[in-house]
């Protein structure tokens, strides 16, 4: 599949915010053949509709309504990356450090696209469990790291929370006169088993361990295979997952806090240009210090 340009992502996120091509039209300044003509490549490449069209004008589809989701966070990432001028480019090595559970999903893909953009900025990654990432933040073996606020003794440059949540393979049927069969992610400082094991108990869900690992790799491989059901952080859900809740009989799940946390406290400016991609990138909230600027 070929991948979509900018001037379509653009053309699409206009229509939807506008919600009409002749309302686009006049924002962007382009015909608007031109942009039904860009909307329709985009859907042939999607290979799925992105708008319904009625009498008052057009509507996002559900998968219009996904891509567009998409398409609005590759162009705020482009946008925070042309902010910087060619004359202020930072420029370095950036030492970066992450948790598993981060490193499974899309911010490995987002990290080759800043460097591939940003071009004056190399990145080496570490990953690694929170306390090991702060172990190396003091020695001065990385620069910044992604990981969970319980674990480390310093104040992040930037705290949020994310739920946990109960994830299965999406054919997987639950025989609710049974105990829930768990896939156990060991334990450690990021696996948070014995937080999801008390709402179990409290919530009266009797519960049997049929696989127990310590690896992100494995627990895919055991719940894609449909042998029972374990808890991540929506930045891990794959298609072949789908996401249980109070409807399948399972309590809610308390929500793990992470943070980005820089070595210096004055951080180079080559650390705080991918701050500011991770900010927009995870949609994570802005530092105090970034919001007086």
């Known amino acids: 599949?070929?991948?979509?340009?900018?001037?379509?992502?653009?053309?699409?996120?206009?229509?939807?915010r506008s919600g009409s091509i002749?309302?686009?039209?006049?924002?962007?300044?382009?015909?608007?053949?031109?942009?039904?003509?860009?909307?329709?490549?985009?859907?042939?490449?999607?290979?799925v509709r992105l708008l319904s069209r009625h009498s008052r004008g057009v509507v996002l589809t559900r998968e219009g309504e996904v891509v567009v989701g998409y398409?609005?966070?590759?162009?705020?990432?482009l946008h925070e990356l042309m902010q910087i001028s060619d004359a202020d480019l930072a420029s370095g090595t950036v030492r970066f450090g992450m948790t598993e559970e981060y490193s499974v999903g899309r911010l490995p893909?987002?990290?080759?696209?800043?460097?591939?953009?940003?071009?004056?900025?190399?990145?080496?990654?570490?990953?690694?469990?929170?306390?090991?990432?702060?172990?190396?933040?003091?020695?001065?073996?990385?620069?910044l790291a992604l990981g969970t606020t319980q674990y480390m003794s310093r104040a992040p440059h930037i705290r949020w929370k994310t739920p946990l949540l109960w994830v299965a393979n999406k054919y997987l049927d639950l025989d609710?006169?049974?105990?829930?069969?768990?896939?156990?992610i060991g334990e450690g400082d990021r696996r948070w088993g014995w937080q999801v094991l008390a709402t179990l108990?409290?919530?009266?869900?009797?519960?049997?361990?049929?696989?127990s690992t310590t690896t992100f790799a494995s627990v895919f491989a055991a719940v894609e295979a449909g042998l029972g059901v374990t808890y991540l952080i929506g930045e891990c859900l794959r298609p072949s997952l789908r996401v249980l809740g109070e409807a399948d009989g399972l309590p809610p799940l308390p929500a793990i806090e992470f943070g980005l946390f820089c070595r210096d406290e004055t951080p180079e400016r080559s650390v705080l240009a991918l701050v500011k991609v991770?900010?927009?990138?995870l949609q994570l909230p802005y530092a105090a210090k970034d919001a007086d600027a």
């Open 1 to 16: 599949m070929h991948l979509p340009n900018v001037d379509q992502l653009r053309s699409l996120v206009t229509v939807a």
């Open 22 to 47: 002749s309302a686009a039209s006049d924002v962007l300044h382009r015909s608007q053949s031109a942009i039904s003509i860009q909307i329709k490549q985009l859907e042939e490449q999607m290979g």
């Open 71 to 77: 398409a609005t966070r590759v162009l705020s990432l």
């Open 109 to 143: 893909h987002l990290l080759r696209q800043f460097v591939e953009m940003q071009r004056t900025i190399e990145i080496e990654i570490v990953v690694a469990e929170t306390a090991r990432l702060e172990k190396h933040l003091n020695e001065g073996r990385i620069d």
């Open 176 to 184: 609710r006169g049974k105990p829930l069969p768990l896939v156990l």
């Open 201 to 211: 108990d409290d919530a009266g869900v009797t519960w049997r361990q049929v696989y």
């Open 278 to 281: 991770l900010q927009t990138a």
